[in-house]
């Protein structure tokens, strides 16, 4: 058997023993690393014009990313 058919195994047995909640929130997990590695690597930003100079609140950034992946989330759910 291969490595990856094992780690499959592994994987598969480690997973018996959750609620259907937990496996739902891994099977976004999945999607969500599997999202994350279609887009490749990062693209660095310059602000400029009007947020030139600015100060960022990046907390409201990161609130602003976790409501778009709720609606990424509801997405996968009703599709």
Known sequence: MNKAAITKHEIYNKLIDFSE???????KYIDFIRHKKKMGTKNIIKLEGILK???????????????????????????
């Open 21 to 27: 909640q937990d496996l739902s929130d891994i099977v």
């Open 53 to 79: 100079d600015q100060d960022i609140d990046f907390s409201i950034l990161k609130e602003f990313k976790q409501n778009t992946w709720k609606h990424v989330e509801q997405e996968f759910e009703n599709g």
